[in-house]
């Protein structure tokens, strides 16, 4: 009996070394082995997946590939004693996208073990204008917080503010209090960052020092950093006494020059963050607090949605031409 067949994005290296993506079909037999297979409702558009259709090797190893970091859907088939057909769910990071067939297509099969049961209060397509960036915005929110973090102590700087990460990280910190400082992107986007909560707005140029002065003037009680490079440098030596920076990209640069003196002189903490192979349990928390208290009202403002895999193509090169702001949701069944 012939497998079914889907609708997927697949990327395809050419003869001259360049990569081209092709809105395609596969069978469920190309699929790898996996405890649980999906109907992918929706996904969305996170950094690393241009990363992947760029045939970025970091990200994907070989090509033909379907990529998607990030995946909702209803559990179409299970093995698993943990999920049932009819199931509400989503997958974000482990290898889904990276080496594993991802989720801009209309299946996945994976293990069970990277799947998160939809937590209550929370739509499949909400929990895709959060994806894989708004778990990351969650899990560095959740790094200040536990690290001790309250908001009479001072403000907030978030980097890469304009997309993913930063975006919703500005929306919860502002939710839970805090006064948030955001760096603004290439573009002067002040308004759109007042509106999704930001109480202050600097340009990138404003948030980088070139001195070689290994401390400054301490600005800011706590950083969640999404670009790297001198933007972070800076926020190690501007934290103040007893913060915390949390680092997750590297947009700007993955290089990090910075000396002791923020760690020993002033007892700053560096936390890295890695929302790919978050455990289980912590995934679970915080995925709670998405949809609990930390839900921002901004989720309509910061994730618009496309209307199929189709519109990907375009959403991809306004990422890369630096227009755009926030995150992109597709749907994937029609
Ligand atoms: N560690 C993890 O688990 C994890 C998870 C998710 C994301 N990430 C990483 O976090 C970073 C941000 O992801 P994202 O999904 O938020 O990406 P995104 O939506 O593309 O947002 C990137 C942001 O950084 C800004 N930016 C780009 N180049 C910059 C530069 N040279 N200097 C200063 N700002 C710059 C962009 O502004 P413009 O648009 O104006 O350029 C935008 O505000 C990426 O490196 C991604 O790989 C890591």
Redesign the pocket.
Known sequence: MSSKSFKTMIVQETDTGHYTKIISQKTLDDLPLGDVLIRVHYSS????D??STQGNRGVTRSFPHTPGIDAAGIVEESTSKAFRTGDSVLVT?YDLGMNTSGGFAEYIRVPETWVVPLPVNLALRESMMYG??G???G?SCHRLINHGLTSDQGRILV?????????IAVAILAKMGFQVTA?????D?TDYLKSIGASSVIS?ED?MDNSSRPLLEQKWAGVVD????N?LATALRSVQRHGIVT???????ADLATTVYPFILRGITLA?????T?PMDLRCIIWGKLAGEWKIPQLNTIAKELPNLESLDKEIDK?LN??????AIVKVVS
């Not at 980097?159 to 930063?166: L, R, Y």
């Not at 890295?272 to 790919?276: K, L």
């Open positions: 558009l996170n950094y690393k241009v990363l990071g894989t960036a778990f990351t915005a899990l980097s890469g503010a304009t997309g993913g990460v930063g975006s760096v603004n992107g290439h573009h986007r990138i948030a999404a670009v790297g490079g933007l680092t997750c990209g590297n947009v700007g640069s890295g963050i890695d929302s790919a978050t990422l630096h227009q755009r702001t926030g995150r």
